[in-house]
């Protein structure tokens, strides 16, 4: 039973647009909300996080949007960059046991 | 200074064999967890270790198992190795508390055939 969904397996963005990346999740002990960006032959790399306390978190060209009433969150990169082009994962963390779970991952292309 | 790092980087193993993947975390770094990862799919939660003792478990079979050592490094077995189990095996560390983001190594890609 999948606790945190990303839809969309990918998605293609022209280069200087907004790209918005969906996540859905079912856990409401979840307290934390993540984004990892992930490069082929790399481990995950931490992009971005907020807390269930609050909706938004930026940090430069993201922005991450929390309705936890509708169990959904969202990434916005603005303005995409080709270097953007990797996998991004959502994840949640369960406080009781620290321990964090990912989403499918949504394939991000931004073209020039 | 070093991130986590993970050996070997490549392994190829043959079915009903048992395997031991190593991880060093980041100095400072207490937890460290392993996840999978399959291709075409987001990374599995198998362990997490937080000084020494098992904080979390994911649903995989007694084949795996793990151990965390003084200096907080840790091993990854896997016995009796089966073509399902070849993937990623991605180690990752953390502080622990509220911060939440976990520091990934490149993995290690396990071939089963």
């Known amino acids: 039973d999948q606790q945190v969904k990303q839809n969309s397996p990918s998605l293609s963005v022209q280069e200087g647009r907004i790209s918005i990346l969906n996540c859905d999740y079912t856990?409401?002990?979840?307290?934390?909300f993540l984004w990892y960006k992930k490069y082929p032959a790399e481990g995950p790399t931490f992009l971005i996080s907020?807390?269930?306390?609050?909706d938004k978190n930026e940090d430069g060209r993201f922005t991450v949007f929390l309705n936890k009433s509708a169990k959904h969150l969202s990434l916005h990169i603005v303005p995409s960059q080709p270097g953007d082009s990797a996998v991004y994962f959502c994840?949640?963390?369960?406080?009781?046991?620290?321990?964090?779970?990912f989403g499918p991952g949504t394939s991000l292309s931004v073209i020039p | 200074d070093a991130g986590v790092t993970q050996s070997p980087t490549h392994l190829i193993k043959t079915r009903g064999q048992q395997v031991t993947l190593r991880c060093s975390p980041i100095?400072?770094?207490?937890?460290v967890s392993w996840y999978q990862q399959v291709l075409g799919q987001g990374p599995q939660f198998i362990f997490q270790?937080?000084?020494?003792?098992?904080?979390g478990r994911g649903n995989f079979p007694d084949r795996f198992s793990a151990r965390q050592f003084p200096n907080y490094s840790s091993e990854l077995n896997v016995n009796a190795l089966l073509l399902g189990d070849s993937a990623l095996y991605l180690c990752?560390?953390?502080?622990?508390?509220?911060?939440?983001?976990?520091?990934f190594g490149s993995g290690t890609r396990l071939t089963v055939v």
């Open positions: 990752a560390s953390t502080l622990g508390g509220p911060i939440g983001g976990y520091t």
């Open positions: 856990n409401s002990m979840f307290d934390y």
């Open positions: 907020i807390s269930s306390i609050k």
């Open positions: 994840a949640a963390r369960e406080t009781s046991y620290d321990k964090v779970i």
């Open positions: 100095s400072g770094h207490k937890s």
């Open positions: 270790y937080y000084e020494k003792e098992e904080r």
